[in-house]
C-alpha cells in the first residue's frame, strides 16, 4: 500500500510487529528514507539518529513511547538507506539541517518535537536555534545540542577536513568497496561500536547492509568519517542556544559520549553548554548506562521521555483563572 504526501512515500513493511511505515523523500541527489509510527494525525516527532548509525536506533524506544504521536525517523543523507551526498560534497550540521527542511516540507508540519541521539541531537539542537517557531519540545539522548570546538583549534578542523576528503577521493577511484560476510560485518560493526549489545547490533544491520555480489556492504557513505569542516564555538553555540524556544530535555548517560569521546579541553566546553539549559530552567538528567542506551537499554530513558511529551506536548497547559 503507498500512500502520496506531498513528495513523501509511505509503504507499509511486514516484517516489524507493530505497524510500521517506509518513508521516502526526494531530494536533489536521490531520496531520504526512514520509518513511521503512530497514527496519521497524531502529534508529529522527529525522530534523529547518532553518527554512523541509522533510524532504527530508535526501534527498541518508540514503541515504548506516548502512542498518541506520530514518529517519524529517518536515515540522515549517507547512512541507511538514504542517499549519498554527491561526489565531492561534505557532510556538515548545516547540510543535516537542511534536509530537516526538506522533510519537514515534505510530511507538511507546522510544528513538531525533535529526539535526537548524538550527532542527531547536535542536529536538533541547530534547526531548533535557526527554526524556533517549528519546534514544541526537545530530547537530547546523550547529546548536547551543539558540539563547540575551542576557537584556536577550527583552522586545523577544517584543514583536515579538505585534506581529508581529497584523500578519499583519491583513493576511491582507485579502490573498491570491501565485501563482507554477514559474520564478518557483525564482527567489524561491534569493534567499531563496542557498548553496543548483540541484539542492537542486528537492529542497525537491518539498514546498515547492503547484498553486493558475494556478499554485504556497509550501507553508509565513508566520508562521514572525514572532519567536519563546519565547526562552531562555544560562544556561536551558547548565542544559538539562546534562540531555542522549544522545551528541551537532555538525558546523559553515565557512561555515554563525554566519557568516551570528549577530550579535556572540550569537557569544559560541554560544562558551559549544559549550564546554559539550566539557567533557562530545562531539565538536564543523568541515567545508566552507555552512549547507546535508548537502544541497548530503552526502559531507563522510555519513561523520561514520555513523561516529557505528556507534559510538554501532549497535555495542554492550562490558562490560570483571574
Not at 163 to 190: C, P
Request: charged share 20%.
Amino acid at each position: 500500500m503507498m500512500q502520496a504526501i506531498k513528495g513523501a512515500r509511505h509503504f507499509m513493511t511486514s516484517t516489524v510487529k507493530q505497524a510500521v511505515t517506509e518513508l521516502s523523500v526526494p531530494v536533489p541527489w536521490g531520496e531520504i528514507r526512514g520509518k513511521v509510527w503512530g497514527p496519521e494525525h497524531g502529534r508529529p516527532v522527529l525522530c534523529l539518529h547518532g553518527w554512523a548509525d541509522n533510524c532504527g536506533t530508535f526501534n527498541k524506544l518508540i514503541p515504548l513511547l506516548p502512542k498518541e504521536c506520530r514518529y517519524v525517523a529517518v536515515d540522515l543523507a549517507g547512512h541507511g538507506l538514504s542517499s549519498h551526498r554527491p561526489p565531492g560534497v561534505f557532510y556538515t550540521f548545516p547540510s543535516y539541517v537542511a534536509d530537516v527542511c526538506r522533510v519537514v516540507s515534505a510530511l507538511q508540519w507546522d510544528r513538531f518535537s525533535i529526539i535526537g541521539h548524538s550527532m542527531g541531537g547536535n542536529v536538533a539542537g541547530m534547526y531548533s536555534a535557526l527554526y524556533p517557531e517549528m519546534v514544541d519540545a526537545v530530547v537530547l539522548l546523550d547529546s548536547y545540542g551543539f558540539l563547540p570546538t575551542d576557537t584556536k583549534a577550527i583552522s586545523q578542523a577544517m584543514k583536515q577536513g579538505i585534506d581529508g576528503l581529497l584523500q578519499f577521493e583519491k583513493k576511491s577511484a582507485e579502490k573498491k568497496e570491501k565485501t563482507y560476510t554477514y559474520e564478518e560485518a557483525v564482527k567489524r560493526l561491534s569493534e567499531a561500536q563496542p557498548t553496543l549489545s548483540k541484539e542492537s547490533l542486528y537492529i542497525l544491520l537491518e539498514r546498515g547492509l547492503v547484498q553486493s555480489d558475494g556478499g554485504v556492504m556497509f550501507s553508509r557513505d565513508f566520508r562521514i568519517n572525514l572532519k567536519n569542516i563546519a565547526r562552531i564555538s562555544c560562544e556561536q553555540s551558547v548565542e544559538m542556544q539562546s534562540r531555542i524556544q522549544a522545551s528541551v530535555l537532555v538525558i546523559l548517560a553515565e557512561d555515554g559520549f563525554e566519557k568516551l569521546f570528549a577530550e579535556s579541553e572540550q569537557k569544559k566546553l560541554i560544562s558551559e553548554i549544559l549550564q546554559g539549559y539550566r539557567d533557562r530552567n530545562h531539565n538536564v538528567v543523568t541515567v545508566p548506562g552507555d552512549h547507546h542506551v535508548h537502544l541497548n537499554n530503552p526502559e531507563c530513558v522510555a519513561p523520561l521521555v514520555s513523561d516529557f511529551l505528556h507534559s510538554n506536548v501532549l497535555e495542554p497547559k492550562k490558562t490560570p483563572k483571574l
